[in-house]
């Protein structure tokens, strides 16, 4: 996962939709790896790794992994993570 657990926990604690897209907007900028750019890096690879699992799993009828699998199962979990080109340092944070 690309969350760190203190942040997963400090989410959870969030009351209004207006701060959880704060929380969010943070979270991308402190994994830009290019913060100088207008593009997230990070962000976008990410994005396009998601998709394509989403694309597979649409393709093989849910069943890529020989069980019932949806985008947020274990493998979907972890394919954006173990092939994501950037490491997952934070700037300032380590979990």
């Given at each position: 996962?690309?969350?760190?657990?203190?942040?997963?926990?400090?989410?959870?604690?969030?009351?209004?939709?207006?701060?959880?897209r704060k929380?969010?907007?943070?979270?991308?900028?402190?994994?830009?790896?290019?913060?100088?750019?207008?593009?997230?890096?990070?962000?976008?690879?990410?994005?396009?790794?998601?998709?394509?699992?989403?694309?597979?799993?649409?393709?093989?009828?849910?069943?890529?992994?020989?069980?019932?699998?949806?985008?947020?199962?274990?493998?979907?979990?972890?394919?954006?993570?173990?092939?994501?080109?950037?490491?997952?340092?934070?700037?300032?944070?380590?979990?």
């Amino acid at each position: 996962m690309i969350v760190l657990s203190s942040e997963k926990r400090l989410f959870e604690k969030l009351k209004t939709d207006t701060e959880r897209r704060k929380f969010i907007e943070i979270f991308w900028k402190r994994r830009d790896p290019n913060p100088e750019t207008s593009e997230d890096e990070f962000k976008e690879e990410f994005e396009k790794r998601k998709w394509e699992i989403l694309s597979i799993e649409e393709h093989s009828g849910g069943d890529r992994v020989g069980k019932s699998s949806q985008h947020l199962n274990e493998g979907g979990r972890t394919y954006p993570e173990v092939v994501s080109p950037y490491d997952h340092q934070i700037k300032g944070k380590t979990d």
